[in-house]
């Protein structure tokens, strides 16, 4: 669901490039040319893992936490030309799976042992807001080097401290966090489609400075980390609505990477 309500600009070329596999991801996003207001990361988020599949011929399709929300139906994937695989760590969660998706329960930040793995056996793997839930960020990108094929790509999108809003959520207990984020978005509540997880925070940032030293020990040297600011929190609250805009163009502006908001973090596995 996307949170902001700044108007994204189109798709652009490059979610319809060729296969052309000795591309970086680097390359890949630099064609792209995303927008800065994290508008745009919701709305391209599908079609930038489409970009990446054809760009990178990328078919196995493995969605971290999916859940009871995936990217696609089976009928959707199948005319994408993709094999979605839905993975959680929950079996409620698998459960609410729309039917007729591969399913793989384990713990991405787990010893791999479950009998639902796959080591080297998906080309592209993604998640959308669930590495802020991740405690061991670190070692589930170390276990995402060994789960995929050689030239593989790997694409994590969420939230980032220190956007004050999510630092809040950061630093509140658990039980304040919840009642705050219950009042202002229903459907969040327990029992609802979106429910919410505690969150660790857990190398959830927004700079490749930070990011990157990371990512190169998980075995990635093909880094991409894409910066967003701005949210949609504060979207019925007048006056502190156009506070946060203009705080967070300016950010945007001067690349302040501490107070980033959401972040695409897209690696590539070596080819071999």
């Known amino acids: 669901m996307s949170l902001a309500t700044v108007t994204a600009d189109p798709v652009r070329p490059a979610t319809r490039a060729q296969v052309n596999p000795n591309r970086s991801v680097e390359g890949f996003f630099r064609e792209l040319a995303p927008d800065w207001h994290s508008q745009w990361a919701w709305d391209h988020y599908e079609p930038t893992i489409l970009g990446l599949a054809r760009q990178f011929g990328l078919r196995r399709v493995c969605e971290i936490g999916g859940g009871r929300d995936p990217l696609f139906t089976a009928e959707q994937a199948a005319g994408h030309g993709i094999d979605l695989i839905v993975n959680d760590i929950d079996a409620g969660e698998l459960a609410l799976t729309p039917a007729g998706l591969k399913?793989?329960?384990?713990?991405?930040?787990?010893?791999?042992?479950?009998?639902?793995?796959?080591?080297?056996?998906?080309?592209?793997?993604?998640?959308?807001?669930?590495?802020?839930?991740?405690?061991?960020?670190?070692?589930?990108?170390?276990?995402?080097?060994?789960?995929?094929?050689?030239?593989?790509?790997?694409?994590?999108?969420?939230?980032?401290?220190?956007?004050?809003?999510?630092?809040?959520?950061?630093?509140?207990?658990?039980?304040?966090?919840?009642?705050?984020?219950?009042?202002?978005?229903?459907?969040?509540?327990?029992?609802?489609?979106?429910?919410?997880?505690?969150?660790?925070?857990?190398?959830?940032?927004?700079s490749r400075a930070t990011l990157a030293p990371m990512l190169n020990r998980a075995g990635f040297s093909d880094v991409h980390i894409q910066r967003f600011w701005g949210h949609g929190y504060f979207d019925r609250m007048p006056g502190l609505k156009q506070a946060d805009h203009a705080f967070n163009a300016l950010a945007a502006k001067i690349g302040w990477d501490f107070v980033t908001t959401y972040a695409y973090v897209v690696v590539r596995k070596d080819r071999g």
């Open 103 to 206: 399913t793989a329960r384990f713990d991405i930040a787990g010893d791999l042992s479950e009998p639902d793995i796959a080591r080297g056996g998906y080309d592209l793997m993604v998640s959308r807001m669930v590495f802020e839930h991740v405690a061991d960020v670190e070692q589930a990108w170390t276990n995402i080097h060994a789960l995929l094929a050689p030239g593989g790509v790997a694409l994590a999108f969420f939230p980032t401290l220190w956007a004050p809003v999510f630092a809040l959520n950061h630093l509140l207990p658990e039980k304040a966090s919840r009642a705050i984020v219950h009042a202002l978005f229903p459907l969040r509540r327990d029992g609802g489609g979106d429910p919410k997880f505690p969150a660790h925070y857990d190398w959830c940032r927004g």
